[in-house]
């Protein structure tokens, strides 16, 4: 912070007349007294009296550092908001700073409307001190909690995709978004900035990124703070943004040149929307959006100094700048001291409620940043206009035939929900939306680009509701901050490519986890991912393609959040993503494969079995009168047509053995019903799986997740599970099967190990199954292709289902 | 590709004399010309005769889009490994351009000295292209098979930050890398181009950077090639590099224009590291490291026009230009006019060799990019001289006493690892380095720091060997390079935010896998993960910072590769580290607490209950003499204590009770042999756990990984498991268990309710113990710390171990 104490700014100007500076600074001594408190104080919560050590809590937790920063901007964009009748919102990256928005939530009134025990006055005001970072409290975060947030801010890197998100298709929207210079080092963070190559200036709302350098991380100076201006400049330019840079410390001159800078920078972007809004030759190109550089002091007006060590300006402002205020009263003076320069006297009443001159400041009603109902995205949400996917099913005629692309059939479901929710619907992928056979969405809708075009281009406009970057996170973020301000989406995804946002899916759970427990959010709608190019035909891909871990990392989080479906064909995918498309508060997976592949069940039977989530196929049952002698169970659309073809092997050499077949679509009725909303009592389960008989079941994923998922069921010790073991590389589609011994003939050959009035047969058939094994083996290794009889297998080769046969290009590689 | 047919160079000139340019172009021909071969044939390589349609590969797979680019680079660079000796590697971020550096390993005569049926001749050059892609050969990525490689490039991101961590403590290396247009788009990739701030250009190595801008990923254009030339120019310098664009297409121009640009690039270099090597007055002032932007067409040499589609150049050329050309003579025409305009003839000698035009182009020996040691860095692998780890013992006289900083003594033994191997080891975190209590490090070294200093700067040297940028990804990757080259490290990291690189250890645990089943592939120093912070001390930091599921996701992957310790204390950390650093080829993942905690075992005992990763505590055991009542396990320093308070009340109400008290520190003993190494067998299970008895296990993370890794143990109906349960949000260390129910009085209840002779007078006991947590739960409520009972207890208050006091400073909350 090399001139930390020059103010100097890109905008010249001082717009702000004496009572505005006045109003702007109280808000801001007020904001960061109220900061102060919530990280020390339990009691005397306005320095009536002389702060005793009881009145410090014992713990001292919280995030200092960056708090004045959240403030300040704070106090300014409630400026712009009134002077210009602004819908605005705010994210804070650094959501540590958790005390600056709750301490401005409640000077707007917000934080006392919805915790009324926090009210405006000196015993909320205690409350509010005493609650923060303290047991039964709120977090120190920005949370769920936390009034006008979106964004919690704990785990970095996400606030621009969560702000682009809540920008589009919001038109009259701005949303100011504070990025701090250590979340701007991260990934997610820095491919983030160019989102503003799809944004359509038209259509969607603006975001107005703020760096924030204050140069010093928890230990370390932070790379953006400590290149050159020239470098930071280019960097801003070379992502797309016209950069204003506000820097120093001196509180009215700064004020002047941020409120000059944010004038300037509103200006700028009412200009580009003005322009784009009203050109007559569309699209008009793209321009450099503004952004604001500022470069203020880490812990500004903090101590300067303890100890003989530097504080505010340094690293050691990160958390609390000392701990031992308690105890040690030269500390404890130093904090009265802090404290009393905010001159509480002036911005609080006897009673402790905020003075005329800061209630002047901020907006009224939901323009209030922390009431802005797009912060509260349920109170906006519109339930989707869902248009009968049972016009898309497949005709099946017989069960077990037909080549359909079960992804491109609900393409078509797609599109036509796209057709009728173009202002609140769209699609996420990391450049995979076509791979995934989606592309019939592409009849309604473009792909949505803002950059330059040329003539081979395949469906690109600036309007387009199809979003596509090669970047998992940015798409993540996008589409969380798009449902978070109440609207709907879907991000479809290679499978192995999830684990990318493994971490951004948690923090979205547990968002949805804590917002069911706050009365005042409102539900939003799911959040869904549709997981194709699975594992089982990565053919060709190596292992970098192969991984369906992604669920295993699912199912740990609660269970009220979380939902898995792995329909086995087109129809019971349609069936599942009305479902998901229409459901709140969830993160639903669903896996499904994009190849050509085998239909089981009519629409009408799909309907029944999605509903139900698991049940009984008695047409791929044996003797379904009977007791079975074996369960074969299966979850995944190649494990379903392994698990058949098997139950074909067996049929023909034990025509008397009584299989009973088991599909599961909704993996979480695996569990017990005390586990999970969706699980089946022991009863139910019991009445599908025995409670004695072998079962085998082919899973998608890995095995022990089934094993997970049913160890407290009665017959847990006769379920014998095949899955990924990790065992692909180079394969066709069948020999990855075969590699991970997940193919027809090792399940026939479990079953009959498992049977026992098959042993004195079983062994004879048992070799045959196992020659015709490696017959397989080295007809792939000799054709690179699957032999002919499982390649075209089908369940009933008399049957005469309408057979949709993928043209050739349907049957390009994944990805 | 506006102007894709107009050479445009930032450096001019024409360096290449006629025989350079025709070398050169052979090479790139012959490179193209197998790397079609690869995808496209199974016979007929060097088109002696007609292509027919049994020639041509059944299924085709396989990325061309990229691979001519690849092909390009790979020529000119070893022109210039020639010209100057240089000592380089090549790392290619479009990792599905598989086939070009196999091509070109195979040009090299590398590949037939590894693979030696792959011979350099028509058999081995038919048996190169059929295994492409094709079952029982190799994948179509780079991959660890493909000789020359440290990366595998499936799931894009990560090679600038591979190239950078080769390149540390290499001083006279070069790394050439590739960044495809797509992959910039990521996060990862994105925020890796800052590396350039943390390279010290005395000691390390130098990247060469070379974006590659071919247009298009799968179906969309990319957005780095359609920002303005300028935005572009911006972008770059804006991350430290002074940019040079090549763009064109007509080869023999861009020959000379990238040989021009190569020139100046490796010259610049060479006055940097020159200027910083020489310099009197150290350090010198970091200077923009030169890159290139590569702009040429996509596909580029293959078929212009498919069936009215233009393909080159476009995103139509990402795969298989075309899928017909086994069946379709049309379109196997096209193949075939393709691969002649390479002209073969030229290329191979007539018995199928390179002929000598080529084998001039590419280096001798290790110099050989296929061949360069650095690329099988276990071939330059020194082990770590180990400083004695005992040195650091924690005294215990009396175990369950004191309150020491398990990791902070571990940065003690890490200090001196440092100092005893400054060439070869390093230590990487998002900038948690003293924030997990490893600051001793710093006493021998500095932490990295290429940018600019000011006096409040708290160890940064150009020189420093603790890397810390706030990018797990970055820090992840940094050091996956690092060790893939043939050295140590160690990346310290938050618990909760190890999940951001989740999908990275997934790609690196799948590359040891894959080595350790490739014979010339040597054996590199293993991963090690130190995860601190953990869930059960996340006193104020919300729920993003509580996760404990990187653990869950690690053991998805094979058993031979991965390893989990689960230390309780500084001593047994110790051992563990030890154990760790001097391990190859595996993922070694190590929780261990930061706070003031309690110590169980002195050095010797630790070093012993280590080697056995399981075993019975006997002072912590009730009539160690009998057979057990119940079995106490834990797993974890949180549960350890927690358990042995659970010890301590139990025997207190029940001083008759035999408990048996069990530790784990290798979390892998739990599972059965047959599952993994290091797994107990079921005798020896039972011999810890019985056969029969109730066992109360209290685990650090999810309950359910203890039961998936004992679910084969006869004994698991009785094991009930306590762990983490997505409960915690605000507050205090202990109220985190209580919340979870992984506290003292809920695991002493555990057992009352499971040891059947307890039921009669249980009863009483168990409401003493709920009524002790409630006035646990209300003091912590009302005070905002644990009551004094609860916060003060050891195991034995009368003992007098050396109490390790921590100092305030080290009592600062996390991160």
């Known amino acids: 912070m090399g001139g930390r104490n020059v103010t100097t700014s890109t905008v010249g ?71 210009r009748d602004l819908d605005m919102i705010y994210v804070m990256g650094p959501g540590h700073g958790g005390p600056g928005p709750v ?30 970072s303290f047991p039964g409290g709120i977090p120190s975060h920005v949370a769920p909690e936390t009034p006008g947030s979106i964004h919690e801010g704990g785990e970095l890197g996400y606030s621009l995709s969560h ?130 550089v500022l470069r203020s002091p880490k812990g500004w007006t903090g101590p300067e100094e303890i100890d003989g060590h530097r504080v505010e300006g340094s690293w050691r402002s990160h958390q609390v700048p000392f701990a031992n205020a308690r105890e040690d009263d030269a500390h404890r003076a130093v904090l009265e001291e802090w404290m009393r320069s905010y001159k509480p006297e002036e911005l609080f009443t ?82 995979e939306n076509n791979s995934n056979r989606l592309q019939d969405v592409l009849d309604v809708t473009e792909r949505t680009w803002n950059a330059e075009t040329l003539p081979d281009d395949d469906h690109l406009a600036v309007d387009g509701r199809v979003m596509e970057i090669l970047s998992e996170h940015t798409c993540e973020g996008w589409l969380e901050g798009y449902l978070l301000t109440g609207r709907h989406g879907l991000f479809s995804c290679y499978e192995a490519f999830i684990h990318v946002v493994d971490s951004m899916f948690n923090q979205h759970a547990k968002w949805l986890k804590a917002t069911n427990e706050i009365g005042w959010r409102r539900p939003i709608a799911s959040l869904n991912y549709l997981l194709t190019s699975h594992v089982w035909r990565q053919d060709h891909n190596g292992f970098s393609h192969q991984d ?41 997976v669903v896996v499904a494969g994009k190849q050509p592949a085998l239909q089981y069940l009519t629409m009408d039977e799909a309907v029944v079995h999605c509903a139900k989530g698991i049940g009984i196929w008695e047409w791929a049952s044996t003797h379904p009168d009977r007791e079975p ?9 190649v494990p379903t047509m392994e698990a058949l073809a098997a139950v074909d092997l067996l049929r023909e050499f034990f025509p008397d053995l009584a299989i009973r077949f088991v599909n599961v679509v909704d993996l979480m009725r695996l569990q017990d019903e005390r586990e999970h909303p969706h699980g089946l009592s022991h009863a139910d389960f019991d009445a599908l799986f025995t409670r004695d008989k072998p079962v ?48 027809r003939f090792d399940l026939a050959m479990d079953v009959i190990e498992r049977v026992p009035h098959l042993e004195t047969v079983g062994g004879a058939v048992r070799g045959l199954l196992q020659d015709k094994l490696v017959e397989h083996r080295m007809y792939v290794r000799a054709h690179g292709e699957d032999m002919p009889e499982v390649r075209d297998w089908q369940w009933q080769r008399g ?17």
Chains 1, 2 share one sequence.
Request: with cysteine.
């Open 13 to 83: 100007g001082k717009p702000l007349g004496r009572t505005e500076l006045r109003r702007i600074d109280a808000w801001w001594r007020a904001a960061n007294y109220l900061s102060v408190g919530q990280i020390y104080l339990m009691g005397n919560p306005l320095l009536r009296e002389p702060l005793r050590p009881e009145h410090v809590k014992p713990r001292l937790l919280g995030h200092w550092g960056t708090t004045p920063g959240l403030n300040f901007v704070y106090a300014h964009l409630n400026r712009a908001i009134v002077a």
């Open 103 to 132: 301490a401005s939530g409640w000077l707007e009134g917000t934080y006392s409307e919805v915790y009324p025990d926090v009210s405006q006055d000196l015993a909320g005001m205690r409350r509010l001190f005493r609650q923060f």
């Open 163 to 292: 702000a682009y998100g809540a920008s589009f298709d919001n038109p009259d929207l701005v949303v100011a978004a504070v990025v701090g210079d250590g979340e701007a080092e991260t990934g997610p963070l820095a491919a983030s900035w160019h989102s503003n190559k799809f944004v359509d200036p038209r259509r969607d709302g603006a975001v107005l990124p703020i760096l924030h350098l204050n140069g010093y991380k928890i230990a370390n100076p932070t790379v953006l703070a400590r290149i050159s201006p020239d470098e930071l400049d280019a960097l801003m330019r070379g992502y797309g943004h016209a950069p204003y840079v506000v820097e120093g410390s001196d509180p009215d001159e700064m004020h002047q040149a941020f409120a000059a800078t944010l004038d300037h920078c509103l200006d700028e972007i009412g200009d580009i929307q003005h322009e784009a809004r009203t050109a007559r030759r569309q699209p008009v190109a793209r321009r450099p959006w503004p952004m604001i």
């Open 350 to 431: 006897d009673d402790g409620a905020p003075v005329p001159d800061i209630a002047a400041l901020h907006p009224v009603g939901e323009r209030r940043m922390s009431a802005n109902p797009h912060a509260n995205g349920g109170r906006l949400l519109h339930g989707l206009d869902m248009p009968n996917f049972r016009d898309h099913a497949v005709e099946v005629e017989s069960p077990g035939t037909g080549a359909v692309e079960a992804t491109r059939v609900l393409g078509g479901f797609l599109r036509d929900v796209m057709a009728a929710n173009m202002d609140r619907f769209r699609l996420f992928s990391p450049d």
């Open 548 to 588: 369906p871990g992604f669920v295993d990392h699912v199912v740990n989080k609660t269970a009220d959040v979380i939902r898995i479906y792995l329909p086995p064909d087109a129809n019971t995918l349609l069936s599942v993503a009305d479902h998901c498309l229409r459901s709140r508060q969830y993160v639903n």
């Open 629 to 637: 002698d074996v369960v074969i169970g299966c979850a995944g659309d």
């Open 696 to 743: 085998v079941f082919a899973y998608h994923g890995y095995p022990v997740l089934i094993h997970r998922l049913t160890y407290r069921r009665h017959n847990h010790a006769n379920i014998h599970v095949r899955g990924y073991k990790e065992e692909g590389t180079t394969t066709t589609p069948f020999d990855m099967t075969v590699l991970n011994q997940l193919d």
């Open 799 to 815: 049957g005469g289902p309408e057979v949709v046969t993928a043209d050739p290009e349907q049957n390009a590689p994944e990805g």
